[in-house]
Every structure is written in structure tokens, then in C-alpha cells.
């Protein structure tokens, strides 16, 4: 038998290996479908509103750390397994069967359901034949295997080690426990370093990549089509764990209350009649004056034409909704859903998508929020009940229709010099368009009216403008408002975005030098 400490810093070591297997995807052909259903394990035990205060204060840091927190988690908890089990398996061999068996069934428990979902759907949209849920359960017990082999391992040095001989005057140079403590700390460490700095300075590079790409501000106004590199890109996934699909093993069903389920080719999709449109997207869980919004020109099928192609909805229909490869799901109301403006797109500011942003298909409903566009599509199924969608399951809002915004692109330092200063940015509304714009210099006492350039479609944003000379060195506090096509001003109450989007004045407070 061994101590709780050198048990869990030998479930540790084991632990840190398992968990990296979990994440390359090993044994499930590279798809790290277990390591996503840890998240979404993850996610669901995350209550709603810190989940929603991460976002906003962390943005694109959010879940990087939350998906890296996750994985330190795992490795931590077979560390206290494996202390647990060497405090009552008395052999190696025992220790090593004990820890593969609780640990596989753990895993099993709370990953093999929604596991094999996410492998079958990548396969389905990879056109790979399987059994998934036999492939995940072969997985989950070699992962167990991975973990209780170096720690059984571990134990086994521990119980073989030499006795000392003290040294003169009856003292030992080291203790025997010291010793031992020392040991299993250096090999843990051994074991455990390299895969450890590899996962934080991944996780490093790519958050600090993306807060670049995300967070970098302009000083002016931005171009009214955002350049497809530029184009926010939030998804359910942690980073780098997005789905990569090959369009030629690609193809999209359509099933459910139908008259004819049919299955489409990527090139049979692009050869019905296309659709362009500029559109704006915005992100559910954009704060107010933030960056989750940006405007393509986009190309695809009119969904309308799909569903007809299979013989149309039947007339209990009451949803479509939507299954895509990396296990996300959304619906929409049947209305929705044959509205000539809902795509399906597969083109980008003309290109086709790139990956992150949905390649080869993703779903575009003009006036709802970005959550109600999902990407990686692979099935459409026409239901007769209120489907609800991943994000709508935790509580995020099932609408998520638009709401009214502006915000300030510029100025962006806070103190300026005396004269004439730019103030602009940007104003949405959804497929209400945006009838003017207002800004305030005195914390919103009074307002005058911004120069609005015209849309570049019913469905985007617009860009606003004004010159203001202040009155004189001081404070000032900055507001912008806008009213929507229907003539209804912007909500001025503040809001956070849980559930159905932020509300409130973007507010800047700058300095004007004397």
C-alpha cells in the first residue's frame, strides 16, 4: 500500500497522458469527440450567468481557459483516483485493473452517449461508414488503459524501492519518504511537463491570435463588406476543435414530416438556382459597444427550395431543425424556413466558406441573432413539436431576434487635442434596417442627428457619421442611439446579453486637452 500523496502524483502522471489522448482524438480516427462531450459536461455544470460574465469580460480568452481549465480538471481527477485506489490495492496488477476499471466506467458515464452523436455526426459528414458507439466504448476503455498503465507502473517502482543505510552518527542523509516523494514527483514531472507546456502554449498562441484578430480597433469607420479574415467567429467548440469537411464525402439529408427525404450532393446544392446577399451578423453574446459583429456577401440555395425539393413541410409541421457535424442543433419556425431570404450558403465574400466559418454549408436567417445560423450543417429534419436548439437548452433566448444597436468605431483615444473631432461607427437593427442615427456629447441631455450612408442591403448594418467641435477643454461622456426602420428607438435601459442580447447606450467618456 502507498500514501494518498505519491498515489495521486502517479494518477497524475498517468492522468496528464490520458487526457492528451483524449484531446488528439486518439482512437476515434483524430475526432476528438469525447473531449467535446466533456465540454458540453462542462458547460452545462457552468451556471449560465458567469458563463455570460466570462464572455463579456474574457471575449475570445473565455474559452480557451474554460476548455484548458477543463482538461487540468480531468488530469487532477485521476490523480485523486489514483490515490484512492493505492490506498486499498495491495499489488500493482490489482492497482492497475482497479484504476482501468473505475476510470473507463467514469468516462463511460458521462461521455459514451454524447460521444458516439458527435463521432456519427463528422462521420456522416465526412461520408464514413462506422459504428460509432462501439468505436467510442473501445476508446473510452483504451483511455482508461492509458491512464492505469504508467501509474500501476509508478507503484510498482515505489514498492521496489532500496532501503538506505544511514550514514554515520544514525542519521540518513535523505529520508525514506523524502525519497520516494522526490522520485515519483521528479518522474511525474518528466511524464508530465512536455504535454503540459504544449497544451498552455497552443491554448497561449491561439487566444492571443484571436483577441488580436477580434479585438484590434480601427480609427475610423470599418468597411462596410468585412474582409473574410476579419469576420468574427464564435462556435460552441473550444479552439482548434472545429470540424474540417471534405465537400466531395459531403452531403446534406433532409428527412423528417417531408413528402420525399432526399440526400444532396455539394455540387447538387450548388446547382440550384443561387441567392447573393449582403448580410450582418451579430453574436447573441455581443456586449454593447463590442466586436462580435461584422457584415460578407454571401451566396447559396434558398432553404425554401430545398424543402420543396423533398415535397415540402407537411402541414402539422411546426419546426425545422438543424443537426451539424460538430454536434450543434437549432431550429427554426416553419415561417422562417420559407422565407425566400433564408439561405443556405456556401459562399463568402466570394469564395467559398472557409472552415471556421461553416465550410460547406451553413444556414443565414436575415434579423436573427448569429446562434440561429448554424454552421457545418449535415441534416435538416422537419418536426412537429417545439425543437430546441444546444444554446436554447441552457437558456439562451428561442427568438433571438435582433435587437437595436449602435456603437462607436472612433474616436478611440480618450484624450484628444482642441478642434473638430470624428465621431462614427456603426448601426444595426436586423431585417428592420436602421431609419437615423443619434449621438450625444453631454451624456445623452440632448442629441443631434449623425449623417447615415445607405445600406448596403435591408439585411446590414449602415455606417453613421458626425464632426463635433467641443465648447472647450474638459470631460465629455459620448452616446450614440439609433431608431429602427419601424421608427422604434434603440433601448436605452442596460441589459447583459443573457439571455436575448445586450441592451443599452455605447458610452465613451474622453478628455479634451487644453
Request: glycine share 12%; net charge positive.
Amino acid at each position: 500500500m502507498v500514501g494518498l500523496w505519491p498515489g495521486f502524483l502517479a494518477g497524475l502522471a498517468g492522468g496528464v497522458l490520458a487526457a492528451a489522448a483524449v484531446a488528439a482524438g486518439l482512437f476515434t480516427g483524430g475526432v476528438p469527440a469525447v473531449a467535446l462531450a466533456l465540454w458540453d459536461r462542462w458547460l452545462r455544470l457552468v451556471p449560465l450567468r458567469l458563463f455570460s460574465l466570462l464572455l463579456v469580460t474574457l471575449k475570445f480568452a473565455a474559452k480557451p481557459a474554460a476548455f484548458w481549465g477543463m482538461l487540468a480538471a480531468l488530469a487532477v481527477g485521476w490523480g485523486v483516483l489514483g490515490a484512492l485506489v493505492a490506498r486499498r490495492a495491495s499489488r500493482p496488477w490489482r492497482a492497475a485493473a482497479a484504476a482501468w476499471a473505475v476510470s473507463s466506467g467514469l468516462l463511460a458515464l458521462l461521455a459514451l452517449g454524447p460521444a458516439s452523436g458527435y463521432l456519427a455526426a463528422r462521420w456522416q459528414a465526412q461520408g464514413v461508414e462506422g459504428r460509432p458507439v462501439l468505436t467510442v466504448a473501445l476508446a473510452l476503455a483504451a483511455y482508461g488503459g492509458i491512464f492505469a498503465l504508467p501509474y500501476a507502473g509508478l507503484l510498482g517502482l515505489l514498492r521496489r524501492r532500496p532501503r538506505l543505510r544511514p550514514v554515520a552518527g544514525g542519521a540518513c542523509g535523505i529520508t525514506r519518504r523524502r525519497l520516494l516523494g522526490r522520485s515519483v514527483l521528479m518522474l511525474a514531472a518528466a511524464t508530465a511537463a512536455p504535454a503540459a507546456a504544449q497544451w498552455l502554449l497552443g491554448a497561449w498562441v491561439k487566444a492571443v491570435a484571436a483577441a488580436q484578430s477580434a479585438l484590434a480597433k480601427v480609427t475610423g469607420l470599418p468597411p462596410e463588406v468585412t474582409p473574410t479574415d476579419q469576420f468574427y467567429v464564435v462556435s460552441k467548440n473550444p479552439p482548434g476543435f472545429d470540424p474540417v469537411l471534405d465537400a466531395r464525402r459531403w452531403t446534406l439529408e433532409v428527412s423528417g414530416l417531408v413528402g420525399r427525404p432526399l440526400r444532396l450532393t455539394y455540387d447538387e446544392l450548388r446547382a440550384l438556382p443561387a441567392v447573393e446577399q449582403y448580410q450582418t451578423l451579430e453574436c447573441i453574446s455581443n456586449e454593447v459597444g463590442g466586436d462580435l459583429i461584422s457584415t460578407a456577401r454571401w451566396k447559396g440555395a434558398r432553404l425554401r427550395d430545398v424543402l420543396l425539393m423533398a415535397g415540402g413541410p407537411a402541414a402539422t409541421a411546426v419546426k425545422v431543425a438543424f443537426r451539424c457535424a460538430d454536434g450543434y442543433t437549432e431550429s427554426l419556425p416553419i415561417g422562417d424556413a420559407l422565407n425566400p431570404t433564408t439561405l443556405l450558403a456556401y459562399e463568402m465574400n466570394g469564395e467559398p466558406l472557409p472552415p471556421r466559418h461553416g465550410f460547406p454549408v451553413r444556414l443565414l436567417v436575415p434579423g436573427l441573432f448569429g446562434m440561429k445560423n448554424p454552421k457545418w450543417i449535415t441534416r435538416i429534419e422537419v418536426v412537429n413539436y417545439d425543437f430546441r436548439g444546444y444554446w436554447e437548452a441552457s437558456g439562451w433566448s428561442d427568438e433571438a431576434v435582433v435587437k437595436t444597436m449602435s456603437k462607436f468605431t472612433t474616436p478611440t483615444r480618450t484624450s484628444l487635442p482642441p478642434g473638430e473631432v470624428g465621431l462614427g461607427g456603426v448601426a444595426y437593427a436586423g431585417d428592420r434596417g436602421v431609419r437615423k442615427v443619434e449621438y450625444s456629447t453631454d451624456g445623452g441631455r440632448t442629441w443631434q442627428p449623425a449623417e447615415v450612408k445607405p445600406p448596403l442591403g435591408p439585411f446590414t448594418w449602415v455606417l453613421w457619421a458626425a464632426l463635433w467641435t467641443p465648447a472647450g477643454p474638459g470631460e465629455y461622456v459620448l452616446k450614440v442611439r439609433a431608431t429602427d426602420g419601424a421608427g422604434v428607438l434603440q433601448p436605452a435601459r442596460e441589459s447583459p446579453p443573457l439571455p436575448d442580447g445586450a441592451t443599452g447606450y455605447h458610452t465613451l467618456r474622453i478628455r479634451i486637452r487644453r
